[in-house]
C-alpha cells in the first residue's frame, strides 16, 4: 500500500549541482504534482501533469524541469541548484473531480 | 492575487475544546471545491474533508467539520473535542473548475497546540 514514493528524503547540494527528484504512485492517478513548501509560504506549485505526455507550469517553475516518464513516474529536476531553491518538496497525485491529492513524504533539499 | 488566506496566528488549545480554523478564498468560478489538510510535525500531507462548492450540506469527516459559508467565500475547519494528536499545521486548499487538471491552491497554513 504504498501510494506516493518520493527518493531521496534528503539531500545537501553546492550550488549550481544538478539533481533529480523522483516520484512513484501506484495509485493509477492520471495527475501528478510537484510543490515545494517554505516557512510561512504554504505550498507552491512547482509543475504538474495533467495526464501521461503532458506537463504544465505552475506558480512557481523558474529553474526547475519535469518529466512524466509514464503514467506512474513524475520526476523534477534542478540543473544548477541556486540556495533559493532549499526547501522541502512533495510530489502528489489524484484523480479528478473531489479526489483529494495524495502527497508523498517529501524531500528535504538543502543547497549550500 | 491569493487564492486562499489564513490569517490567524498560532493557536493554543485546550484539550477536549473545539477549535475553528479560518479561512477564506477567492474565486469568480461557480464550481469549486475546498479542502483542508494536515501536516503534523513529522512532515507528512494527510488530507481531512472535502467541499464542494455545491454541496447543500457542510462536510463532516469524524471530528471534522467545515463551516462552508458561500456567499461569505469562506471554508472554516472545525474540530471538536480536540486531541494532543492535533497539534498540526493546517492548510486550506482549493481547486477551481477552471483548472480541470487538479490543480490545488493552498494558504500559508494555521498552527494548532494542543495543551492538556
Known amino acids: 500500500n504504498a501510494g506516493v514514493t518520493q527518493t531521496p528524503k534528503f539531500q545537501v547540494l553546492k550550488t549550481g549541482q544538478s539533481m533529480t527528484l523522483q516520484c512513484a504512485q501506484d495509485?493509477?492517478?492520471?495527475?501528478m504534482y510537484w510543490y515545494r513548501q517554505d516557512p510561512g509560504m504554504g505550498l507552491r506549485l512547482i509543475y504538474y501533469s495533467a495526464s501521461e505526455g503532458t506537463t504544465d507550469k505552475g506558480e512557481v517553475p523558474n529553474g526547475y524541469n519535469v518529466s512524466r516518464l509514464n503514467k506512474r513516474e513524475f520526476s523534477l529536476r534542478l540543473e544548477s541548484a541556486a540556495p533559493s531553491q532549499t526547501s522541502v518538496y512533495f510530489c502528489?497525485?489524484?484523480?479528478?473531480?473531489?479526489?483529494?491529492?495524495?502527497f508523498g513524504n517529501g524531500t528535504r533539499l538543502t543547497v549550500t | 492575487a491569493q487564492k486562499i488566506t489564513q490569517t490567524q496566528p498560532g493557536m493554543f488549545v485546550q484539550e477536549k475544546e473545539a477549535v475553528t480554523l479560518d479561512c477564506t478564498y477567492d474565486t469568480s468560478d461557480q464550481s469549486y471545491g475546498l479542502f483542508w489538510y494536515k501536516q503534523p510535525s513529522s512532515g507528512e500531507m494527510i488530507f481531512l474533508i472535502y467541499?464542494?462548492?455545491?454541496?447543500?450540506q457542510n462536510a463532516t469527516e469524524g471530528r471534522y467539520s467545515l463551516n462552508f459559508q458561500k456567499a461569505r467565500k469562506s471554508a472554516n475547519l472545525v474540530i471538536s473535542a480536540s486531541q494532543l494528536g492535533d497539534s498540526a499545521m493546517y492548510f486550506c486548499?482549493?481547486?477551481?473548475?477552471?483548472?480541470?487538471?487538479?490543480?490545488?491552491?493552498f494558504g500559508k497554513g494555521n498552527q494548532v497546540v494542543v495543551i492538556p
Open positions: 495509485m493509477n492517478h492520471n495527475s
Open positions: 467541499q464542494g462548492s455545491y454541496d447543500e
Open positions: 502528489a497525485s489524484s484523480d479528478r473531480g473531489r479526489s483529494p491529492l495524495h
Open positions: 486548499a482549493m481547486r477551481e473548475a477552471y483548472y480541470g487538471n487538479n490543480r490545488l491552491a
